[in-house]
């Protein structure tokens, strides 16, 4: 398991951890501004909401009545917001034993973030940063085969499913990013906020 050490707040980007990073490397084409990368990957938001849509309206018609408890509904959406350090938690524990990770808070950005300039092999890297997805997958999958009579629980589920799901776009748009320029084979590298490839 790496090192994960609790930086505590985050200032800015310029707190990130450095590397030295080999000669060879070529930078990756990416938003180092946290909020403008924030703003960029909103449209990788959209399959996530909908598939959650999807399920909402599906086990609806299937039910015809209503199957949640509003109420309910934002008390999940509380839960997943504050397992928000979880999900960096889950990025963290994915990386190399060797790896150090600091996780963190932005205020700036609204958002907690898992800092590491390890060197990580692309398949692994998209792998940790696709992991917490599971923070939505498997509240989704309970809330599409529970009962329809538990709406309160079915509330609660669905709250956690949205914030689940719609919490990993910006993983999702920086995978997006690495499968259209980073080689299989090779490794990824932060320095910073920036992020550098190299075979």
């Known amino acids: 398991m790496p090192k994960i050490i609790w930086k505590g707040i985050i200032k800015s980007e310029k707190d990130f951890p450095t590397a030295d990073i080999p000669k060879n490397a070529k930078k990756l084409d990416s938003e180092e501004d946290m909020k403008k990368m924030q703003i960029k990957a909103l449209p990788f938001m959209i399959p996530s909401v909908l598939l959650c849509f999807i399920c909402m309206f599906v086990k609806t018609f299937i039910a015809n009545e209503k199957i949640i408890n509003v109420g309910f509904l934002f008390i999940g959406v509380i839960i997943g917001f504050f397992l928000i350090i979880v999900h960096e ?3 963290a524990i994915a990386f190399p034993k060797n790896a150090t990770v600091y996780i963190g808070i932005m205020p700036k950005s609204l958002t907690a973030v898992a800092l ?5 092999k692309r398949n692994r890297f998209i792998f940790l940063s696709i992991l917490p997805i599971i923070l939505g997958l498997i509240p989704l999958a309970i809330f599409c085969f529970s009962s ?3 709406k309160e ?3 609660i589920l669905f709250g956690m499913a949205i914030m689940g799901m719609v919490g990993v776009y910006p993983d999702i748009y920086n995978i997006f990013k690495i499968l259209r ?3 299989t084979n090779a490794t990824i590298q932060n320095n910073k906020n920036e992020t550098y490839y190299f075979e």
């Open 89 to 91: 938690l889950l990025h």
């Open 116 to 120: 590491s300039s390890s060197p990580v």
């Open 148 to 150: 329809n009579s538990l």
């Open 153 to 155: 629980l079915n509330g």
């Open 181 to 183: 320029e980073v080689p």
